[in-house]
């Protein structure tokens, strides 16, 4: 059986989201991080369960981006999932411009440069 807190956000991390937002002055008890983990937790399984379903009738196992995304218009959230359908393009154009940024690199390094590269981390 999984423990509930197990399923939880760590709470260290709900703090320092919630404190970003927050004047530097402020505080916050600790019934307000709890609260907060819950809600996010609980917020963040609503979705998935929904993403999950869906992923299930179309005999997938793996959800993605898209999926959440789904679920969240599905779920009423439009906003949300509009923010994040942008986020996620914005976050897959960073990925295909790092991915050919760092194979442009390693096409120009001479052979002999990579191996010593290669040699260093063995020695």
């Known amino acids: 059986m999984v423990d509930e807190h197990d399923r939880m956000l760590p709470i260290a991390n709900v ?5 970003q937002i927050l004047p530097p002055t402020a505080k916050i008890s600790k019934e307000a991080r709890e609260t907060m983990q819950e809600c996010a937790s609980e917020f963040i399984s609503f979705v998935t369960g929904e ?51 760092s194979s442009s690199v390693a096409s120009k390094a001479p052979a002999s440069q ?5 040699d260093e981390t063995f020695r």
């Open 51 to 101: 993403a999950s379903e869906k992923c299930h009738k179309e005999n997938r196992k793996t959800l993605n981006g898209d999926d959440i995304c789904w679920a969240l218009a599905s779920l009423g959230f439009d906003d949300h999932s509009s923010a994040v359908v942008r986020y996620l393009n914005k976050f897959r154009e960073f990925e295909r411009e790092r991915t050919a940024a």
């Open 114 to 118: 990579i191996n010593e590269d290669d």
């Open 15 to 19: 703090g320092r989201i919630m404190k």
